[in-house]
C-alpha cells in the first residue's frame, strides 16, 4: 500500500484565495481525520470522520474551513477565503476498524502532509 | 474530556546518556496511549502504544513506555541517546471505544548533542 496520500505537498498563496487540500486514505481504513500544526498550537484535531460521516467538527476553527468525505477512498479540507493566520501543515490520517468498536486502539498512519503558507 | 500534557518542550540530552520525555494524561475512562515520532518535514510515525495489556511497553528504535495508572503518567524512556533519536515526540491518548479520535500533546523537541 502506498500510505496515505496528500496533496498538494506545498501550497503557496495569496489572502483571499480559496485552498483545497487532499487526501487518499490507506484502503479499507474507515475513520480519517484532519489536523493542522503549527508551532504555536501544536498538533490539532481539526475534524474526523467515521465511514465518511463527519463525527466531530469542533476543531475547525471557524465557517471558512470546511471538509468533505464523499467516498470511502478521497477528502477534501477547503479553506475560503484564506487568510495568513492558516498558514500550518496539514495532516491528514486514516485508521483501520477493529472488531468489537476497539477502534481507539488503532494505530492512525500519517500522510506526509501539506505545507501551507498563505501571504 | 481526554487529554494529555507534555512536560517540557525541549529536552537536551548528549549521546548515550538516558532519554526520559515526560507524559501526563487525563481521562474519565482507561484510555489508549500512544507515542509517535516526527522528523524534520515528514509526518508523524507510531513509536509504541498501550492498549491495557502490559504496562510495559516496548516499541520501535529501543524505545518503551511505562503506563502507570496511579500517576496518570506514560513517559518515554531510552537507556541510551543515538543522534538519529534527535525529532519531536508526540504523546497521544484516545478513548476505548468505536470512533474515537487520537488527542496529542504539545510534543518534545529532543536534541542529542555528541
Known amino acids: 500500500d502506498a500510505g496515505v496520500i496528500q496533496s498538494p505537498r506545498h501550497e503557496v498563496t495569496e489572502m483571499g484565495q480559496e485552498v483545497t487540500l487532499r487526501c487518499k486514505p490507506i484502503?479499507?481504513?474507515?475513520?480519517l481525520f484532519w489536523y493542522r500544526q503549527t508551532m504555536m498550537r501544536g498538533l490539532e484535531l481539526l475534524i474526523y470522520?467515521?465511514?465518511?460521516?463527519?463525527?466531530?467538527d469542533s476543531g475547525m476553527p471557524e465557517d471558512r474551513f470546511s471538509a468533505k468525505m464523499p467516498n470511502a477512498s478521497f477528502s477534501t479540507l477547503k479553506i475560503q477565503p484564506s487568510e495568513p493566520r492558516d498558514s500550518a501543515v496539514y495532516f491528514c490520517?486514516?485508521?483501520?476498524?477493529?472488531?468489537?468498536?476497539?477502534?481507539?486502539?488503532?494505530?492512525?498512519?500519517f500522510g506526509a502532509g501539506s505545507r501551507l503558507t498563505v501571504l | 474530556a481526554q487529554s494529555v500534557t507534555q512536560l517540557g518542550s525541549h529536552v537536551s540530552v548528549s549521546e548515550g546518556a538516558l532519554v526520559l520525555l515526560r507524559c501526563n494524561y487525563s481521562?474519565?475512562?482507561?484510555?489508549?496511549l500512544f507515542w509517535y515520532v516526527q522528523y524534520p518535514n515528514q509526518g508523524l510515525q507510531l513509536l509504541l502504544k498501550?492498549?491495557?495489556?502490559?504496562?510495559l511497553v516496548k516499541g520501535i528504535n529501543g524505545f518503551e513506555a511505562e503506563f502507570k495508572k496511579s500517576e496518570t503518567s506514560f513517559h518515554l524512556t531510552k537507556p541510551s541517546a543515538h543522534m538519529s533519536d534527535a525529532a519531536e515526540y508526540f504523546c497521544?491518548?484516545?478513548?476505548?471505544?468505536?470512533?474515537?479520535?487520537?488527542?496529542f500533546g504539545k510534543g518534545t523537541t529532543l536534541s542529542v548533542s555528541s
Open positions: 498501550y492498549t491495557s495489556a502490559a504496562t
Open positions: 470522520f467515521n465511514n465518511n460521516v463527519p463525527i466531530d
Open positions: 484502503s479499507g481504513h474507515n475513520s
Open positions: 497521544a491518548v484516545s478513548l476505548n471505544q468505536a470512533g474515537t479520535a487520537l488527542i
Open positions: 481521562s474519565s475512562v482507561p484510555p489508549y
Open positions: 490520517a486514516s485508521r483501520g476498524r477493529t472488531s468489537g468498536g476497539r477502534s481507539g486502539a488503532n494505530v492512525l498512519t
